[in-house]
């Protein structure tokens, strides 16, 4: 591009060196034998003249090439951004890459980034993310109600998302720069997310020009979150189980995996308590599977809601559940278990209208290093442990003992 620009300029001004000179040159054929003073003196008007209008024609080629170069390269980042998003369709990391185009695009010192989208939600960790490029010598302290705020596509911002923008300026500071920039996010019925940018004062025609890039990055980002969230559900219905809404068997084969290999790395206990109900079959035989599967279904909510956010839950089939404690070993997880038994034993199921019940669980528990120093050789050891607490009466929990 660099090249180019330069040969266009070396264009320019040869272009109108030579056409002074033809100029002077026919003035010449049309007076001979006059000296080349009184010829300047007769052709200068029409010299400058022509000039000048040849350095407008090339300054306006040179101002329309940059736009043009401007928006190919504008094309180039949004491909380049789709190649890099596409590929993991992880909804943090497309929000981040966003971001950091955005403030790209604006030449912006500060930016924001915030997805108000429920479903996009609850497949991420932190929804709110902001870069800050300041050069730290902005006057920070000047009132925020005097910037510019220009809002692309303004039909499309509820009072809702509108609330959500003032109090995110008012966060982050954004009013501190002269100019801010709302860019919103949409799906066919709603905003899905929204990208707040802060910079210095733009070119005049610079929200005119920035407009169509901005609509194509808009309905971009848009359908590569509406690809992200399929891809979310089809990852989580793969590892989930349908009835319980609890993980299934499969994820919780990665993921003690993935645990012991990092508990051996960093030398820290992991246990494995495994669960089911006391006398299943009488509930199967008395009520049947519809409220059984009823029964094992709130059964699921009530003790995943008793667990801590890093610890794992999964259905291992039937009546049986089995727990991933990381850093955990067995006696926090009997205290875990303690406290799932307690709160199982004193819950009234309602299977239906009918239908109310009081039920038990045993549990058995290993744990590495204690109990075992593979995952197979710990999860064997607390079915194992399992087994001695349903020989020893029911409802009650057994470590598992070496030797």
Known sequence: MEKEKKLLIACKYSSILLIGLLILF???????????????????????VC??????????????????????????????????????????????KTLNLLIEIFKGKRAVFVVTDNELKQFMKNHEFIIDRSDNKINLK??????????????????????????????????????????????????????IVAFEKPQMDFFEYIKGPVEIFSKQVSSIFESAILHQKITLASITDSLTGLYNKRYFQQRIREEFAKAKRNHFPVSVVVSDLDNFKYYVDKFGHPLTDTLLSQ??????????????????????????????????????????KAEVVSHEFVLDGNNRVFITMSFGIASYPEHGD????VVKNADRALFVSKENGRNRITVYRTG
């Open 26 to 48: 026919y003035t010449g054929y049309l007076q001979p034998l006059t000296s080349l003073k009184t010829l300047f003196r007769s052709a200068w008007v029409l010299m400058l």
């Open 51 to 96: 000039g000048g209008l040849l350095f407008l024609v090339f300054t306006l080629v040179e101002y329309y090439y940059k736009k043009i170069i401007d928006y190919n390269l504008y094309l180039k980042k949004f491909h380049d951004f789709q190649l890099e998003a596409l590929p993991t369709l992880e909804i943090e990391n497309i929000s981040l």
């Open 142 to 195: 000047r009132r925020d109600d005097i910037y510019q705020l220009r809002t692309f596509y303004p039909n499309l911002i509820s009072g809702e998302v509108k609330t959500t923008v003032e109090e995110l300026i008012k966060k982050y500071n954004l009013g501190a720069y002269p100019t801010v920039a709302i860019v919103p996010f949409s799906n066919e019925s709603h905003v899905i997310s929204i990208g």
């Open 299 to 340: 059964l699921g909510s009530l003790v995943r809601g008793l667990l801590r956010e890093s610890d794992i839950i999964c259905r291992f089939g039937g009546d049986e559940f089995i727990y991933l404690l990381p850093f955990s070993d067995s006696f926090d997880a009997y205290k875990v278990a303690e406290r799932i």
């Open 374 to 377: 593979t995952w197979e050789e």
